[in-house]
């Protein structure tokens, strides 16, 4: 909203627009059979979190890419649950997320440079 202060019509159009392109859903492995992106921001629990991944694994198309918003667990140990290691990776966003315009993008050896 801040990039059209000034008009409120751009603004619900800029706002609708972005939200028509965001889909939720209550159950993760549904929602992952029709994604391309996965970003999970669940408990640290690390078998509570490859239980999750190796679900969405089966799941998720094999193009989908698989995020962990950890930021206490190594991505590796996450990554292993699944089959897509070169597809996998982690992004630790910063609070509060309005002050802190920063993302960490973190990858494992496996992840892929494509």
Known sequence: KKKFADDGERQ???V???MSRISTNTD???AAKDTDLVVEAIVENLDIKQKLFSALDAAAPQSAIFASNTSSLPITDIAASTKRLDRFGGLHFFNPVPVMKLVEV???DQTSQE
């Open 12 to 14: 619900s159009s800029f």
């Open 16 to 18: 609708a627009d972005v």
């Open 28 to 30: 993760a492995v549904a």
């Open 106 to 108: 973190v990858k494992i």
